[in-house]
């Protein structure tokens, strides 16, 4: 038997074991120093209290034969996938019901997608970037090409017409860079999608945190109901990252090589997925009653409340970034024209801050430099004041 040789083509895992072995030796050394960690992407606020009583009851349910579940429909129950297409008119895009998967997570939806696409498409990516867009495609034996964002466009890279791609990945907001397009970007890259005839893997877990006039849905653009798959997650939006609930959204017209996505889609979860458990819908459709939402926008307020304390920071300081407003992350250039490793090294030994380093990303996030807004309020505090007395002093 042979093994999957794709795998060989994989980048080792190294950045959040190299950054775990960097602390540990640090801290073993140094065992008295108090250690801030601001580049967690996880949350750390319990689930909301109604989301807590919809698990319990959907729990208490299953021990019951009347209201018993076993294996739920493989598209998610109805009354899930409804309260998310209510959620999505509420800020002005139209989805139907029965255009809504229920998953596990974007995460899983962003790199399995891949089984219903040819390995002979080219694969597009901006880069810096979410690893599994690259990772789930390489395994696949597909060939990627990259988009350069960077400083001179803010992070929001655009097309290139003379360049072809069948499949492209966009994430706004933006993991790593919390980035994030404006409408009129957007229809620049739907109208590329069309003219290739490519379909864009929209990852929008993030959409939550945008508060500015920006769109919250690749469906807000005029066509990308032609040309565009989305997904989303209630990890960040609602602190699921342990309890594990997501969707994706394909228009029932999305049609490339004779086959409709949806249907194909479909068929795939139904060979492969066996659907997200009963309770754990019940949560999901919690989220998105009207206390649902108003408890989540609670947790949501003080997350974005750390973010903002981190950009004044960087704004005080004089210090280039990205985020910050509509991300929970915040994307900064490495003072004194430091590499990421090397800025990592100094943050932690004169700070006892951790970060992520952005050449973990890809190669236009050698410079910069990744911290998170999903602390705790008092010790992000307390890592902004240590980060100001560091970019005081080099």
């Not at 490339?256 to 979860?269: A, P, S, V």
Request: proline residues 4%; aromatic residues 12%.
């Amino acid at each position: 038997m042979k093994i999957n040789s794709n795998f060989d083509n994989l980048v080792p895992n190294y950045l959040f074991a190299e950054i775990a072995k960097r602390v540990s030796d640090y801290q073993k050394n140094n065992p008295e120093k108090d250690i801030i960690r601001l580049g967690i992407g996880d949350v750390t606020l319990p689930l909301a209290p109604v989301v807590v009583e919809a698990l319990k009851k959907g729990s208490e349910e299953l021990g019951v034969k009347e209201t018993f579940k076993g294996y739920p429909d493989y598209e998610g129950y109805e009354f899930v996938r409804q309260a998310i297409a209510d959620y999505y008119g509420s800020f002005g895009v139209k989805v139907s019901a029965d255009e809504i998967l229920i998953s596990d997570g974007a995460k899983s939806d962003c790199g399995n997608i891949c089984d219903i696409f040819s390995k002979d498409n080219i694969v597009l990516v901006t880069d810096p970037v979410y690893p599994v867009y690259v990772d789930s495609n390489i395994m696949s034996g597909r060939k990627i090409i990259y988009a350069d964002c960077n400083k001179d466009n803010n992070f929001t890279a655009m097309p290139d017409d003379s360049v072809h791609a069948d499949i492209i990945y966009l994430c706004s907001p933006n993991n790593p860079t919390g980035a994030a397009y404006t409408l009129e970007q957007l229809k620049i890259w739907v109208n590329y999608a069309l003219k290739n005839d490519a379909v864009i893997l929209y990852d929008s877990a993030y959409e939550a945190f945008i508060s500015d006039d920006l769109p919250r849905s690749i469906f807000a653009v005029e066509g990308a109901r032609k040309c565009a798959i989305e997904f989303c997650s209630l990890s960040k939006t609602a602190g699921f990252t342990g309890t594990r609930c997501g969707y994706t959204v394909i228009p029932k017209e999305l049609e490339r090589d004779g086959h409709n996505i949806y249907k194909l889609w479909y068929r795939r979860q139904a060979t492969k997925f066996n659907g997200v458990s009963w309770p754990v819908q019940c949560a999901a459709a919690a989220v998105f009653s009207d206390e649902g939402q108003k408890q989540i926008k609670e947790n949501l307020s003080y997350y974005k409340e750390n973010a903002k304390i981190i950009a004044e920071a960087l704004d005080d300081a004089g210090i280039y970034y990205t985020g910050g407003k509509n991300s929970p992350y915040i994307w900064l250039e490495c003072p004194n024209g430091m590499g990421s490793w090397e800025f990592f090294d100094l943050l932690l030994e004169k700070a006892n801050v951790v970060g992520t380093p952005g050449a973990g990303f890809g190669k236009n996030g050698e410079g910069f430099f990744r911290l998170t807004s999903f602390g705790d309020r008092e010790k992000t505090i307390e890592a902004v004041k240590r980060l100001k007395n560091l970019l005081n002093n080099i």
